[in-house]
């Protein structure tokens, strides 16, 4: 089945430190990656996503490659910010056997603080 | 345009009652998803509705059910709680519940069993 594997956290930075989350996935077809965010008290947010390999997604100077050869789609940010502190979610949908409608595949989340 | 809007946004029962929670999609938006939220468990898959119609379904037992109505709006409920139903249910919308859409996400209903 289908699985996605993000490291493991609590991570701290200071501001202005550079962020790399690792997700690896396992998928049965050619799945649709993605990375949500969630705020405290708040559902989750896009953040970015990529459909097919070597795209690149990019949001708020937040970025994540879609890597087929080593399934894996690691978020990183160059510069983080205090605002940057929340949990973040690597997520795959995968279309193969049309059993995704509306399912995403979550990693465990990695929870950022970022101290000033 | 509102966001996927949730209600309760706190619940408290008692183990054996049952509960139902509310969801109302982005106007405009037909598929519904619900996930259920721990921190054992992460964030897992419970159903999906489109049109008034279940599309997929997780790994839950009978117990978890859904319904959508006719306006998109949609309801799950839980019969006979369990201590380990304690959760956030979050309650996400799509326009068509496609592989590659965005989810929007409401901020969820917090339910404690006691």
């Known amino acids: 089945g289908n699985s996605v594997t993000q490291m493991e956290g609590p991570v701290t930075l200071s501001e202005e430190a550079f962020l790399t989350i690792n997700c690896t996935y396992t998928a049965t077809g050619y799945p649709s990656l993605f990375w949500y965010v969630q705020y405290p008290g708040e559902g989750l947010q896009l953040l970015l996503k990529?459909?097919?390999?070597?795209d690149k997604g990019s949001n708020k100077g937040f970025e994540a490659t879609y890597r087929k050869e080593t399934t894996s789609f690691h978020l990183e940010k160059g510069s983080v910010q205090v605002s940057d502190s929340a949990v973040y979610f690597c997520?795959?949908?995968?279309?193969?056997?049309?059993?995704?409608?509306?399912?995403?595949?979550f990693g465990q989340g990695t929870i950022l603080t970022v101290h000033p | 345009k509102a966001g996927v809007t949730q209600t309760p946004r706190y619940l408290i029962k008692t183990r054996g009652q049952q509960v139902t929670l509310s969801c109302s999609p982005i106007?405009?938006?037909?598929?519904v998803s619900w996930y259920q939220q721990t921190p054992g468990q992460g964030l897992q898959f419970l159903f999906e509705?489109?049109?008034?119609?279940?599309?997929n379904k997780g790994n839950f037992p009978g117990r978890f059910s859904g319904r959508q109505f006719s306006n998109s709006r949609s309801e799950m409920n839980v019969s006979t709680l369990e201590l380990g139903d304690s959760a956030l249910y979050l309650c996400?919308?799509?326009?068509?519940?496609?592989?590659?859409?965005?989810?929007?996400f409401g901020s969820g209903t917090q339910l404690s069993v006691l």
């Open positions: 106007s405009g938006h037909r598929s």
């Open positions: 990529a459909t097919k390999a070597d």
């Open positions: 509705y489109f049109s008034e119609t279940q599309r």
């Open positions: 996400a919308s799509s326009s068509w519940g496609s592989f590659n859409e965005k989810l929007f």
């Open positions: 997520a795959l949908s995968d279309a193969a056997g049309g059993t995704s409608y509306g399912k995403l595949t």
